[in-house]
C-alpha cells in the first residue's frame, strides 16, 4: 500500500469516526436549549422557525456545531498523529455546516417525508418517539457525516498530490 493511499485511509476513518463523535456533542451537549425548544403556539422549535430570530438561532446553533466537531476532529487527527491540512478540514466543516443547516431548518426533512411516504412518520410525536427527530439524525448521519469526511479526505488528497509533485519537480 503506498503512502498516499494510507494517509487516505487514516484521513477518510479519523473525519468520519470524529465526525460522528462531533455530530452528538454539538447537537446534544452544546446546543443550548433556547435554539432546540419548542416555542411558539405550534411547539415548532426557535431554529425552525422561518424568521429572523429563528435564523438567527439555527446560524448561532450551526456555527457551535461545526466549531464541537472541528475541535473533535482536529484532536483525533492528533491523538493518531495524522496531519491534514487545514484547507481540507475547512472545505470539510463549510460542507457539514451547510448540509446541517439545510437538516435543521426543517423544510427539506418535511419534503423528502412528502415525496417518500413517510410523513405521518415525520409528524409522530407521541409514545416517547419524535419522528422528525429521528428523520433528522438519521439525514445528519447518512448524508451529512459522510458528505464532509468525503470532501476532507478529497482535499487532503488534492493537496498532498500537488505537494508531491512539486517537491519532485
Request: charged share 20%; glycine share 10%.
Amino acid at each position: 500500500m503506498t503512502t498516499a493511499a494510507r494517509d487516505r485511509i487514516h484521513t477518510t476513518v479519523l473525519s468520519g469516526v470524529g465526525g460522528l463523535a462531533g455530530h452528538y456533542g454539538g447537537d446534544y451537549l452544546v446546543q443550548l436549549h433556547r435554539w432546540a425548544a419548542p416555542s411558539g403556539p405550534d411547539g415548532v422549535p426557535l431554529k425552525q422557525q422561518h424568521n429572523p430570530q429563528g435564523r438567527r438561532a439555527l446560524a448561532a446553533h450551526v456555527i457551535s456545531y461545526v466549531a464541537t466537531q472541528a475541535v473533535t476532529k482536529a484532536a483525533f487527527y492528533r491523538s493518531a498523529g495524522v496531519r491534514v491540512p487545514l484547507l481540507a478540514q475547512l472545505s470539510g466543516a463549510v460542507v457539514e455546516g451547510v448540509l446541517h443547516a439545510a437538516i435543521d431548518d426543517g423544510r427539506l426533512l418535511r419534503r423528502f417525508a412528502d415525496a417518500t411516504g413517510k410523513r405521518r412518520f415525520h409528524d409522530l410525536a407521541a409514545g416517547g418517539i419524535n419522528g422528525r427527530a429521528l428523520l433528522d439524525q438519521a439525514a445528519h448521519l447518512q448524508i451529512q457525516i459522510p458528505a464532509g469526511t468525503f470532501v476532507t479526505a478529497a482535499v487532503a488528497c488534492a493537496i498532498t498530490r500537488r505537494r508531491n509533485r512539486r517537491s519532485q519537480s
